[in-house]
């Protein structure tokens, strides 16, 4: 008997090991996406897990579009109001509803507010009309509960493709990532704490059509039909709103692939339902935004953090006045978040900068790794104001840079390395303690040949234009803010 | 799939429970539990034929106690009809439709297994009908005998007088069996995920589509599918044996080292071992084995051969792959003396790889084609200009294929040489030994060929 014991504990010790590391390999295989990436979905949710329990008054949730448009920074800033957005990239009804339920054992919203992109077809040949990996997406990241079960379940009943053991060991779904592991895979524990955008994901490009024209209402009455499996989960989110006494707001952020009938379609579910719609689309509330599409949208799909800004302050008003939300005495959860927002703002704004002695200013921050590089010529263009501005970016030597001469230049916290020559150049260094690995090589034409490198983590970043290259590295967020070059004016 | 399923081993760990909390004289009705439980939660299709033959040949075997002489034979005669006319309609019914009649298939009812419990209930009643043992007059523990869930899908073909015993006696746990039951479990994995499973996916874009493919690219999925036929039968094999160990049972082997064999003669004494002696005792011998001059021994060679062929599929290409077998050990035995013994292995191995790519392909036809284009097309860049990665594996997992058969090659030489792995790792002290398996059970985990993406492969042996 005691030798069966003894064995049964050192079963119970193995089998106890072994769990802990197939736990930590599929941490490792699950894809991560901090603040590195586009849609930092890992950020979002995790995040929300983070905040401290009942001070949610407003939920968002929705597609990429929803994550790119509904700003809580900017609605607490504006009007005190304390949201979260829960919104992902291709967030089907099915994993709004689901995340809605899960939100609610956490937190008391007041508000819920609904983009309906998904509500319409967006992938016919998909069950659940969003792709299968941004589905796993939204739920790689939510704690097992029954919630979770649920979920999971309702997912693999729709979809044939995804079995249950997938979710419940994720190497079935992810071991096959063995071969692509990243850096980002194994810090996940030192990205976990960016957090602070609440859900939101800034965009900066200004690339919207130039001639959008919003829709009046009115201008039809055709009616778009809307997925069956995707509105069952729509009655079900604003049944639970009904339950919990929360509000629910149906909108459509700006984007092309919206019209006048899927407007029709939904304002006629808003209207039956008792339920408010908010369209971004329709002339009245796009002319009150002042949103100019060309300006205001990244692509033809999401708003940018400028177009953010205008549509959240109108929804924060309009939810104070409405709603009787924000204005309260505050909350330091979005408070001490500002002053990262405001630096992910002059990160987007960068890049609108045509003046190079701004632009030079403008970069001079801690928080930059800064990597230059001349390729040929680089003095042809280089004016007194100029080499001040580099001067003052902690350059000693750019005033003796000599023409058709190598150069290259790195700012890390406040120090700087740099070297200029009539040989081709290179340095190797790092950054963000050690993490970061990069290469410069200059060559400014006359000995040291015609070519201009700056690779980071491996990975080309210059634009390697005649010139003097510049490459912006955010230590903060670990990625490449901007990659210019000046030749007499900055360009991308 | 069903052997490397989740379900499986959850089933697994609940009829362990109950065999060992019963007391030892009605552990076995434990085990008939879980056979039931196991053909319902997993197949239930064709239950009824399955139970059908068994109380038949139960009832047979019941008779033939009572028999002599020309009734006995009737018997017999009658009993072996009944059990094989399932198999023979349900394995060969849609071949004889189409090729014979010139209609269109049909979906048949299949149990679970029918090709192996045939054989096993063949050689019951033949055993029987010899009086090498008396009947089994419980049938409740003669159906737990021929339905064990270990060995119902894929054998290994198991005997009577070795297996029943101790289905019947009960056994208690025992840790040493339980451990090495654990590691052929894992071995099994690794067999079939890492090695099985990866080299089909470059098997199957080359035999799915064969006219584009020729020269080295033959070349290659040949050697590749040889090696996933005995990667995956084995893997079956070593997953029954440790299913089974875990109840105290041992299963014979079925396997031993087959492509270490000098000849195409050994090759079968190496290769499913349970078939080639079942084959033996009652097809060969019978025949009259090598009693009866050379010609005839050819011929119940042959015979033996063909059968073998038919039990692994009807068609003509079956056929064909078990008469090239047998003409293999007819040319052996002719041309003995001109056996050069250095090569033999070589050339042994290379003649079963011919075998196999008849036996892989769509069609003999096809097959032919294949072998034809083998020694036609020569295109030896594509081992050096990267189009080798085009056939479904990237270069890592390539590599991880090569890897994970040299380890294949490298336990079957240990064995060969009469070293046990299994019994080496357990000599080790306990720190190295978990290292092994949680390194073992992670690698398996992150470099096996499974889930979503992947087109997941059946055991190749549990479709005859």
């Known amino acids: ?492 | 799939m069903i052997y490397i399923s989740v379900e499986l081993y959850l089933f697994l760990c609940l009829v362990l429970f109950f065999y060992y909390l019963v007391p030892l004289k009605y552990r076995w009705t434990m085990l008939l539990a879980g056979n039931i439980l196991f053909y319902f939660a997993f197949y239930k299709t064709g239950w009824w034929i399955f139970l059908g033959t068994i109380i038949i040949s139960w009832f047979i075997t019941m008779l033939l106690k009572r028999f002599s002489g020309i009734g006995k034979n009737l018997i017999l005669f009658m009993g072996i009809l009944l059990v094989v006319i399932p198999w023979f309609f349900i394995k060969n019914g849609n071949f004889i439709r189409q090729a014979l009649m010139g209609k269109t298939s049909v979906s048949w009812i299949i149990p679970l297994g029918i090709s192996f419990y045939t054989l096993q209930i063949i050689a019951y009643m033949v055993d029987v009908y010899r009086g090498e043992y008396e009947p089994q007059r419980n049938l409740a523990k003669y159906a737990m005998f021929i339905s064990f869930f270990p060995h119902i899908i894929q054998g290994p073909i198991p005997r009577y007088e070795q297996l029943m015993p101790q289905l019947i006696r009960g056994n208690r746990f025992d840790e040493e069996k339980a451990i090495r039951a654990i590691y052929l479990i894992i071995y099994g994995f690794f067999l079939k995920l890492v090695i099985a499973d990866k080299a089909a996916v470059i098997v199957n874009m080359v035999f799915d589509n064969y006219p584009a493919y020729s020269g080295c690219y033959i070349w290659i999925a040949s050697f590749l599918y040889s090696i996933q036929l005995y990667a995956d039968f084995l893997a079956c094999t070593t997953l029954a044996q440790g299913m089974a160990l875990l109840f105290g049972i041992e299963l014979a082997d079925n396997f031993k080292q087959p492509y270490f064999a000098e000849s195409v003669k050994d090759f079968w004494r190496r290769w499913h071992i349970s078939l080639s002696s079942w084959l033996r005792d009652y097809v060969y011998i019978p025949l009259g084995g090598n009693r009866k001059g050379v010609l005839i021994k050819y011929l119940n060679l042959v015979i033996t051969f063909i059968i073998s062929g038919l039990w692994h599929g009807a068609g003509i290409k079956f056929i064909a792959w078990g008469a090239l077998h047998a003409f293999y050990q007819i040319g052996e035995k002719v041309f003995e003396k001109l056996k050069y013994k250095k090569l033999s292995k070589l050339i042994t191995f290379l003649m079963i790889n011919f075998a196999w790519i008849i036996f892989r392909a769509e069609s003999l036809k096809s097959g032919l084609s294949m072998i034809k284009h083998m020694f036609t097309d020569w295109n030896p860049w594509i081992l050096f200009n990267n189009r080798l990665f085009t056939l479904g594996l990237a270069w890592k997992e390539f590599i991880v294929l090569l890897l994970a058969i040299g380890m294949l090659f490298l336990i079957d030489k240990k064995h060969e040489d009469g070293i046990c792995i299994s019994e080496q790792i357990r000599k080790l002290k306990l720190p190295i030994r978990w290292l092994i398996c949680m390194g073992a059970i992670i690698g398996i985990m992150l470099l096996g060929t499974y889930g979503y993406g992947f087109n997941a492969q059946d055991f190749i042996y549990g479709g005859f």
């Open chain 1, 1 to 492: 008997m005691k030798k069966h014991i003894r064995f049964a504990v050192k079963s119970i010790l193995f089998v106890g090991i072994l769990a802990v590391l197939v736990n930590l390999t599929n941490k490792i295989l699950t894809p991560k996406y901090y603040m590195d990436s586009l849609w930092p979905t890992t950020s979002t949710y995790e995040g929300f897990y983070d905040m401290e329990e009942n001070t949610v008054d407003v939920l968002f949730l929705g597609s990429s579009h929803a994550a790119s448009c509904f700003n809580p920074q900017v609605m607490y800033n504006a009007f005190g109001i304390q949201s979260y957005n829960l919104a992902c990239e291709h967030q089907n009804l099915l994993t709004s509803y689901y995340w809605l339920m899960e939100a609610l054992r956490f937190q008391t919203p007041k508000v819920v507010i609904l983009d309906t992109y998904t509500l319409f077809t967006v992938n016919k040949y998909e069950p659940l009309n969003t792709a299968e990996n941004c589905t796993r997406k939204a739920f790689d990241n939510m704690k097992w509960s029954k919630i979770k079960w649920e979920a999971v379940h309702d997912i693999c009943n729709y979809d044939e493709k995804q079995t249950l053991s997938s979710y419940y060991f994720p190497n079935v779904r992810y071991h096959t990532r063995w071969a692509e592991l990243q850096e980002e895979d194994f810090r996940f524990s030192s990205d976990k704490k960016h957090y602070e955008l609440k859900g939101y994901t800034p965009l900066d490009r200004k690339g919207g059509y130039a001639i959008f024209e919003p829709f009046r209402e009115g201008d039809t009455t055709d009616c778009s039909k809307m997925v069956p499996l995707m509105e069952q989960y729509l009655n079900r989110i604003a049944e639970v709103c009904r339950e919990k006494n929360i509000e629910l707001v149906l909108v459509k952020t700006p984007a092309a692939a919206h019209n006048i009938s899927k407007y029709n379609a939904i304002k006629k579910y808003a209207d039956e339902n008792g339920v408010e719609y908010w369209d971004f689309n329709e002339a009245k509330l796009y002319n009150d935004c002042e949103i100019v599409f060309s300006e205001d949208l990244h692509d033809d799909m999401h708003v940018n953090i400028w177009g953010s800004e205008k549509i959240s302050v109108y929804i924060a008003d309009k939810l104070c006045r409405e709603f009787d939300i924000g204005q309260g005495k505050g909350s330091e959860q979005w408070a001490q978040s500002n002053e990262y927002y405001q630096d992910v703002l002059s990160d987007c704004e960068l890049k609108y900068i045509s003046d190079v002695c701004e632009y030079l200013a403008a970069i001079k921050k801690d928080r930059y790794t800064i990597l230059v590089s001349v390729l040929g010529d680089g003095t042809d263009f280089m004016t007194d104001d100029v080499r001040t501005a580099f001067m003052a970016l902690h350059s000693d030597i750019m005033m003796q840079y000599e023409q058709r001469g190598s150069y290259y230049l790195v700012v890390h916290e406040g120090s700087s390395h740099e070297a200029a020559s009539m040989d081709k150049l290179s340095y190797l260094g790092s950054t963000c303690n050690n993490l970061v690995d990069y290469e410069i090589i200059s060559g400014g034409g006359e000995k040291g040949g015609y070519v201009c490198s700056i690779k980071v983590n491996g990975e080309e970043c210059a634009t390697a234009r005649q010139g003097i290259n510049i490459v912006v590295y955010s230590n903060e967020n670990m990625k490449v803010v901007d990659s210019v070059c000046y030749n007499g004016e900055i360009v991308r």
